[in-house]
């Protein structure tokens, strides 16, 4: 478990808005005075960062359950050299995407077995203590990030079945664990969506 810091974590499908809202909570808290450590997976430090350049890139494939070990020896560097520190000084950390990413897209979405990625999760030995969901419909992202002038990863280029599993694995994950998971509407302009999130902190751990 987390020391006496807090831990955050922000997931859903691509394009949900996650780097906006993570970014907009993080000076939401910092205005009130609050320590806050922002970062991401895949990434987080320069090992897991040169990880993720591995995973992203579409151009090497990878049997999926090399693509999970590769995300959990990213997770581990990130977690033990900077995730677990910050908590035990106190920090409040958001991460973009954690555990639930690597169930939604590596069990769900591609098929390996949720029982070896529970393991894995095991093995890290850490669970965020609050987790932010945000769902959008489907055309509404696409829209969003059509918006975006951007390039295809290996994710990114998967097939519409692939990423309805997704979909339906988040939600599935979120309903099993309602006490970890506040799911947000990701609708609304960023402003309204970090104002949820801020609400549901408070109610949740009154912080
Ligand atoms: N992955 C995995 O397979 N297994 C794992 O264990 C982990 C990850 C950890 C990481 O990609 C990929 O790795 C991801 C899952 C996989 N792939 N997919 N698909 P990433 O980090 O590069 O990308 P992402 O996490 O999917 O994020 P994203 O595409 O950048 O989307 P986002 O962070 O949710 O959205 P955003 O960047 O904040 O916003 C997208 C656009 O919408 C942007 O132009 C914003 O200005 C706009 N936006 C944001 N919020 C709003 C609101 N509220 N209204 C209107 N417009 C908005």
């Known amino acids: 478990m987390p020391g006496q810091g ?3 974590t922000l997931e859903g499908g691509e394009g949900a808005g996650k780097s906006t809202a993570a970014a907009g909570l993080a000076e939401a808290l910092r205005a009130e005075g ?3 450590l922002l970062t991401r997976e895949p990434g987080g430090t320069k090992g897991a960062e ?3 350049a591995l995973l992203m890139n579409q151009e090497l494939p990878l049997d999926p359950l090399a693509q999970t070990m590769l995300h959990f020896a990213a997770r581990i560097d990130h977690v033990n050299r900077v995730i677990r520190p910050a908590l035990a000084r106190g920090v409040i950390v958001i991460c973009d995407r954690f555990h639930d990413s690597t169930m939604a897209y590596q069990a769900y979405g591609q098929g ?3 029982a070896d990625i529970a393991a894995l999760i095991q093995l890290t030995g850490i669970m965020p203590n609050l987790t932010f969901l945000l769902q959008l419909h489907e ?3 696409k829209n969003r990030l059509a918006a975006r002038a951007s390039g295809t990863d290996r994710y990114e280029a998967m097939d519409a079945a692939f990423f309805a599993r997704v979909r339906e694995g988040f939600a599935a994950i979120a309903r099993a664990e309602p006490e970890r998971f506040a799911v947000i509407n990701a609708s609304p302009a960023p402003a309204v969506v970090v104002a949820s999130m801020r ?7 009154g912080r």
């Open 112 to 114: 390996v077995p949720q």
């Open 6 to 8: 807090f831990f955050i």
């Open 34 to 36: 609050q320590v806050v």
């Open 50 to 52: 040169a990880i993720r």
């Open 199 to 205: 609400q549901a902190l408070r109610a949740r751990a």
């Open 139 to 141: 055309n509404e992202a």
